[in-house]
Structures are given as structure tokens and as C-alpha cells.
């Protein structure tokens, strides 16, 4: 049934004449090119409690869709059928393993904190967060690239996970001790998951001598995910423990203090991460490096640029 509802749609984009292709292909990438950047400006400058909250709920949701996806090794739409044709540039694009869907987990868990954040302030803006989570993940579907079942459980998992943030949040409620305790068994869960990740069997099946997903491929975004979150563990101990970053609300410069943070952090990922540390410690441990260096810089080190030059502004005028 689920090949035959995208067959449904793969032929309403067909006699539609593709219309709303480049609409849905927007709004899927806007939920892996632009969300994750959305941590990044609210821990720095709008509220540093729902901005570790953000980053532990993509951290996490990243962590278990890689997790998730290694393990049921589930192939694409396509590969199961070739009866489907994703539409446009969607088949180069969304490559390897198939479910769950990690467009769908990454805008659940970002729309999905927004909405737990502004459920009581801005209902509008809650509202909203709960069309596009919807469109993100109908996108996948009308695109060709997912199943249904790839869409509902990448948000499912991500439902969960906010729920659980959320809740240990209060539990923990600035209890460093338990944070730290928490961060223990955040680091062997990781430590596990690659060593899982790296010694398991995977399918190896080939079509025309080609292989059809390359698992070692694959692994590079479970390292990432796992680099993100050492590098979040690791950064909020520092923060937490020496730094005690306190957000200079009434600082003219803020705003320019995160965004030039937040270009670091683009140059950093498309760029100079590539560069210097992939390149060299290759995709696996260069990329888990990479971001780790990333998300520690966003914890640790920015937020001590952020204070030392807003309150150095202010005292000069």
C-alpha cells in the first residue's frame, strides 16, 4: 500500500505538471539547510535554557534516526519498486538508507521545540510550527523519496524526544550533579553506538555490479550526530561549570555578536571543517571532529566573545 500511494501521488505530480515540486522541494530543504541553525541563535541570544533544549532534542533526534536507519537498513522507494520516480534533483539528493525519515525527524524536533516555546506567548507562531512540521513530512512523500511509514516514524521518534528533553529539564532543573551524571551516560551511549555502528553486518547487495547503498557511506551522519553531542556534553559542562553564560539582553550589540557566531558556524560546517579536519582524519572521525569542534565552539567559546564584547560596547558609550 505505501508504494501504491506514492504511485498516487507520483501521478497527481504528473498531471499537475509538477506545479508544486519546487514548493515541496523548498520546504523539505529548508528543514536540514536552515532549522539546525535555529539552536545556535537562540542559546546565544534569546534564551539560554530553551537553547540547550533545542540543541539536545536535534542532537538526540540525530543520534537515534542514524542509529535507527544503520539498523534496519531499509532501502529507498525506488530500489523497491521502479515503478517510482522521485521528482527533480530528490533521487541524487536523498540518498542511502530510507527509514525513518530524517527530514521529517529534523523539522518535527525544531518546529516541535518552537512550538512547546511559544505555545503560551505566540499561539500564531505554534500554529504555524504545526503546518510546516505537516508539509515537511507530506513533502517526502509527494517528492517520491519516502514511504509513510519512513515520515511517521521520524516524527513519532521525535515527539518522543522532546517529551523526554522536556521532562528531564524540570526533573534535572539546574541540578548540575545530575547533569553531569547524565552527561556520563550520554558519552558511553554514543561510545556504544559506534562501536555497533562500525562492527555490524549490512545488506551488500549490487544491481549491475553496483552496489546499491554503501554502508560506510551511511555511517558518516551517525558520526556526526555523535560528534554533535560530545561536543554539546562537553560544552555544557564547561559552560556550566566555569563560564555561566549570561545572555546581555539589553546589549545593542547582541544581535550582531549572533550573527556573526552564526556565520562562524556556517563557514565552520560547509567549509573549513571540510578543509581541515575531514580531509584529513577522512569522513567517519574527521566529521565526528568536525562537529564536535562546532558544537563545543557554540557551548564554550562563543558565548565568552559574546559577553567580554557586549559588555565592553556598553561601557564605551
Known amino acids: 500500500m505505501d508504494i501504491q500511494y506514492l504511485l498516487f501521488l507520483q501521478n497527481l505530480r504528473e498531471v499537475t505538471g509538477g506545479i508544486f515540486n519546487d514548493f515541496f522541494n523548498s520546504i523539505s530543504k529548508f528543514s536540514v539547510e536552515i532549522l539546525p541553525y535555529i539552536p545556535f541563535i537562540i542559546f546565544w541570544g534569546a ?9 539536545a532534542t536535534f542532537g538526540i533526534g540525530d543520534f537515534l534516526n542514524g542509529l535507527i536507519k544503520l539498523t534496519v537498513c531499509a532501502y529507498r522507494p525506488w530500489i523497491r519498486s521502479p515503478l517510482i520516480e522521485p521528482a527533480g534533483d530528490s533521487k541524487t539528493a536523498a540518498t542511502g538508507y530510507s527509514f525513518p525519515s530524517g527530514h521529517s525527524m529534523k523539522g518535527t524536533v525544531m518546529y516541535g521545540s518552537i512550538f512547546a516555546w511559544q505555545k503560551k506567548k505566540r499561539k500564531w507562531l505554534a500554529v504555524l510550527c504545526c503546518v510546516l512540521i ?3 513530512a507530506f513533502s517526502r512523500n509527494y517528492l517520491g523519496v519516502h514511504t509513510p511509514q519512513d515520515v511517521l516514524v521520524g516524527f513519532l521518534e521525535s515527539v518522543l524526544i522532546i517529551t523526554a528533553v522536556g521532562f528531564a529539564q524540570k526533573k534535572i532543573d539546574g541540578d548540575n550533579k545530575k547533569l553531569d551524571i547524565l552527561s556520563l551516560f550520554g558519552i558511553l551511549a554514543i561510545a556504544a553506538a559506534l562501536i555497533y555502528i562500525t562492527h555490524k553486518k549490512y545488506p551488500m547487495d549490487y544491481v ?3 552496489l546499491l547503498v554503501n554502508p560506510q557511506k551511511m555511517m558518516n551522519d551517525c558520526f556526526q550526530a555523535c560528534g554533535m553531542l560530545l561536543g554539546l556534553i562537553a560544552g555544557s559542562f564547561i559552560e556550566r561549570h566555569f563560564i555561566h553564560y549570561k545572555i546581555p539582553a539589553g546589549s545593542k550589540n547582541l544581535p550582531l ?8 558556524v556556517i563557514a565552520w560546517k560547509n567549509i573549513f571543517g571540510k578543509a581541515f579536519i575531514v580531509s584529513l582524519l577522512g569522513k567517519h572521525w574527521g566529521n565526528l571532529l568536525s562537529y564536535f569542534i562546532l ?8 558565548p565568552i566573545f559574546i559577553t567580554k564584547w557586549a559588555d565592553s560596547a556598553d561601557s564605551s558609550e
Do not use: Q
Request: aromatic residues 22%.
Open 134 to 136: 505537516a508539509l515537511t
Open 295 to 302: 558544537c563545543f565552539f557554540a557551548i564554550a567559546i562563543w
Open 47 to 55: 534564551d539560554k535554557k530553551w537553547g540547550y533544549r533545542f540543541f
Open 257 to 264: 555578536l549572533t550573527g556573526a557566531g552564526l556565520l562562524l
Open 208 to 210: 549491475d555490479g553496483k
